[in-house]
């Protein structure tokens, strides 16, 4: 158990529509991630936060993707108008004792 | 920009075979390195953390080494099971921010 849960675990959806997905850490982990990763290739960092401020985002982020973290605790990631190539899986992940990061078990999302 | 490559891609070895997995990174400015496993479909699961001033950490039947100057770091199994089918990841932190993955090894023990 790593401690980060994720919510859903899939999601079919069709293009267009928005989609939301949500992470809960165990509570005493300040900084948090969102990792996207498709099919063969490695995670890719999308953005982090270190408690309720969203401190990075990478250029993969487009205007479409919305991430937040209100109270510094569960954070939640929203894709607006959604497109076939945002398919993919979408990991959270924190950070542990200054050094070590844990993944959830990610959501599958399905653009159709 | 750091770029993390794995190799081998793919990898298959019978049951109780030792075996090693090899990564490499462009940039030796970094500040740890973690080895990760992951099933299909499944999120990755921490293996070992090695700092960039350590040389290699051991747990179990896995130990993991790192050379910082040239851009290196291998992950050795010792007597494969088929239980470590999977795939593994590793992936460099160069700052407090940002993780660097490879592309993975998949690895197959044949029973």
């Given amino acids: 158990d790593t401690g980060v849960s994720q919510n859903p675990r899939h999601k079919i ?3 267009g529509q928005n989609v939301t997905f ?3 850490p165990i509570s005493e982990h300040n900084r948090l ?16 936060f270190q408690n309720e401020a ?27 108008r959604t497109e076939q190539g945002d398919s993919a899986m979408y ?22 | 920009k750091q770029e993390v490559t794995q190799i081998p891609a793919a990898l298959s070895v019978p049951e109780g075979e030792n075996l090693v997995l090899n990564c490499s990174f462009t940039d030796s400015a970094i500040y740890n390195l973690q080895w990760f496993r992951q099933d299909p479909g499944k999120g990755l699961t921490s293996l070992l953390l090695i700092q960039s001033s350590q040389r290699e950490q051991t747990s179990g039947r896995l130990n ?26 590793c992936a460099v932190r160069t700052g407090a ?8 090894t998949r690895l197959t023990v044949i029973p």
């Fill in chain 2, 64 to 89: 993991a080494s790192l050379d910082k100057s040239s851009g290196r770091s291998t992950l050795y199994i010792a007597a494969s099971q088929p239980g470590d089918s999977a795939t593994y990841l």
């Fill in chain 1, 22 to 24: 949500r992470c809960d």
């Fill in chain 1, 54 to 80: 969203q401190l990075e985002k990478s250029r993969l982020l487009s205007d479409r993707f919305s991430a937040e973290r209100p109270k510094g605790s569960f954070s939640t990631l929203e894709i607006q």
């Fill in chain 1, 13 to 15: 959806t069709k293009r």
């Fill in chain 1, 91 to 112: 990991l959270c992940a924190t950070l542990r004792d200054g050094n070590t990061i844990y993944f959830g078990e990610g959501s599958w999302l399905t653009v159709v």
């Fill in chain 2, 97 to 104: 921010n940002n993780l660097f993955f490879g592309t993975g």
């Fill in chain 1, 33 to 48: 991630y969102w990792y996207r990763q498709t099919l063969g290739q490695g995670p890719e960092f999308l953005t982090y």
